[in-house]
Nanobody, 124 residues
Framework: QVPLVESGGGLVQAGNSLRLSCAIN????????TAWFRQAGEKEREFVAG????????YYADPVKGRFTISRDNAKGTVYLQMNMLKPEDTAVYYC?????????????????WGQGTQVTVSS
């Protein structure tokens, strides 16, 4: 069973919104620290947003602050990324990642499990 499954990607025009979902399969991981990363083409995978187990802390990369919101529903085992005011430069494959232990949210080396990614394409 794949631990993480992303959904919600698609093609939208600039200025519109999308909501991504990350279904976390397996009780040991359902309350894990979770983050979204993205990778555009051959560029490095970059941090987008992270959320603590209880949702008490969230952290965002500067390019998405004020436009994206990360949230979670632990009862459903799902983490969301609400993306508003999308720009062409947001075009990328978006990945969900989880870990059980602490560390900087934006350090991708600390995450233990990754989803397969979902494509987001924003046209101008």
């Amino acid at each position: 069973q794949v631990p993480l499954v992303e959904s919600g990607g698609g093609l939208v025009q600039a200025g519109n919104s999308l909501r991504l979902s990350c279904a976390i399969n397996g009780a040991p991981l359902s309350g894990s620290i979770t983050a979204w990363f993205r990778q555009a083409g051959e560029k490095e995978r970059e941090f987008v947003a992270g959320i603590s187990r209880s949702s008490s802390h969230t952290y965002y990369a500067d390019p998405v602050k004020g436009r994206f919101t990360i949230s979670r529903d632990n009862a459903k085992g799902t983490v969301y990324l609400q993306m508003n005011m999308l720009k062409p430069e947001d075009t990328a494959v978006y990945y969900c990642a989880v870990r059980r232990f602490g560390g900087p949210y934006d350090d991708r080396g600390t995450y233990e499990y990754w989803g397969q990614g979902t494509q987001v394409t924003v046209s101008s």
